[in-house]
């Protein structure tokens, strides 16, 4: 209690950091109640619908290069600032739309908080923690993520849009607060030559006078983030960049094409296709579980590590996967599934609770470590991309398998792909607990960990 006591700065700046992730789940399972209420008050087609729920991450894809270019401009905490503002812009605009075009364009500029916020926030928080807890930081970006979508399952529902998107946007609020005393990353002040000031803000963080070991090893890393030109040719001609970007890709894709956004996008949709006569509380009841799961997996990832939790939810996600599929295929052959009416909700909360402990954390912890200093920005930035290009294909995906192969074909596919990723994650994924930043490196060139400290920039 002590040691977290001392991290108090540390763990106040990672809170602040965290509303973003927040908001990002608010803002991903927003269109799962909305999409079942809207239709009432605002006069909406089948077509403007799907775009009401994808457009948000179409328009992400197209922003990523945003963040990359504040970041090196202005630094993390200016970034952090301007993440803020879509945010707020589009939960005011969502409050008093009264067409299906207001909405579109209300989702569609969030989309540039999506894009800052996957690409700030991990290299953010990776930056600032230390070595012995950054895993369980990193992953309570997923267990924040988590808490915004059963806030809003919780109150998506409520008859005025107004009220809803008011109450959305009040996490806000502390940004506003504690945005002056937000400490600057340390990396990003010595990548700019500014080393006393970079001195400064570590001790800040640490709450700890003698911090010039830890400082040490932040020089021999060299953020060398203004010597830009050299991003692009380093991150594709150095093994061990490419390396990383693809293992990051890779267990991106995992994520992504395991179904994991289709059950947060179309919860209610799917528990309406389900014949379940409560949608609205078993999507409550779902999220509740996952952000459950979500809290235990940031607990034991630095006591378990990151390679078994990507195994264990990978396994988890194709089984249940397979469970919807192989309801909805009973449901859509005629057969009488009243008995089994409980197994959809049964499925979709332990195919969550799986991808909880793994698949829907770890990637994001991974981008704020695999990455060397001088090609992360570009890195991340080429990683969010194409997240946001994966997860608006999966929607569109999912609706389409819907309309035109049946409710079961999607779960099908999705399960599919899950044992496709379970195979790269046991060749591919590294494991990383209580591993530097500089130990990291050393791995992804060398295939293994030595405990002493190397030049892997040579």
């Not at 607060?177 to 080393?195: A, D, M, Q, T």
Request: charged content about 15%; glycine content about 6%.
């Amino acid at each position: 209690m002590i040691t977290v006591l001392r991290q108090w700065p540390l763990l106040l700046a990672s809170a602040v950091a965290l509303v973003n992730m927040e908001q990002i789940g608010a803002v991903l399972g927003w269109s799962s109640p909305a999409l079942t209420i809207i239709g009432s008050p605002i006069k909406i087609t089948e077509s403007e619908l799907s775009w009401i729920a994808t457009i948000t991450t179409f328009v992400a894809a197209f922003c990523s290069p945003l963040p990359f270019i504040t970041l090196l401009l202005f630094g993390r905490k200016v970034s952090i600032a301007i993440n803020a503002l879509p945010f707020l812009i589009s939960w005011i605009m969502i409050a008093s739309a009264t067409t299906a075009t207001e909405l579109i364009v209300a989702r569609g500029i969030v989309g540039v908080s999506m894009a800052y916020t996957y690409t700030v926030i991990p290299i953010y928080l990776g930056e600032i923690a230390t070595d012995e807890i950054r895993g369980g930081i990193g992953l309570s970006m997923n267990v924040l993520t988590n808490v915004g979508i059963m806030f809003i399952y919780g109150i998506g529902t409520l008859p005025d849009l107004w009220l809803s998107s008011l109450l959305s946007a009040l996490p806000l609020i502390l940004i506003i607060v504690f945005y002056v005393w937000l400490p600057e990353s340390p990396y990003y002040l010595i990548g700019k030559g500014k080393r006393e000031e970079a001195l400064k803000q570590l001790r800040k963080l640490r709450n700890n006078e003698n911090v010039e070991d830890e400082f040490k090893k932040m020089e021999e890393i060299d953020q060398s983030e203004s010597n830009c030109d050299y991003g692009f040719r380093k991150l594709f001609q150095k093994s061990s960049n490419r390396k990383a970007l693809a293992i990051v890709l890779g267990v991106n894709s995992c994520l992504h094409f395991s179904g994991a956004m289709t059950l947060v996008y179309f919860a209610h949709t799917i528990f309406e296709k389900a014949g379940n006569a409560n949608p609205d509380n078993m999507a409550l009841i779902k999220a509740a579980l996952q952000l459950i799961t979500s809290i235990g997996a940031a607990y034991v990832v630095d006591r378990l590590g990151k390679r078994p939790l990507l195994i264990m939810s990978s396994i988890g996600a194709a089984i249940f996967m397979f469970v919807e599929a192989i309801y909805f295929h009973l449901m859509d052959s005629g057969h009488n599934v009243d008995g089994i009416w409980w197994l959809p909700l049964a499925g979709m909360i332990l195919f969550n609770m799986s991808q909880s402990i793994g698949l829907a954390a770890v990637p994001l912890a991974y981008l704020g470590e695999l990455f060397h200093p001088e090609v992360k920005n570009l890195a991340v930035c080429i990683c969010k991309t194409y997240d946001a290009l994966a997860v608006f294909l999966v929607g569109q995906l999912t609706l389409f398998l819907w309309d035109n192969y049946g409710s079961s074909i999607p779960f099908y596919f999705f399960g599919s792909m899950s044992v496709l990723g379970l195979i790269f994650i046991i060749f591919f994924a590294p494991e990383t607990k209580g591993k530097s930043l500089a130990d990291i490196q050393y791995y992804l060139i060398h295939n293994k960990y030595r405990d002493d400290l190397i030049d892997y920039m040579s």
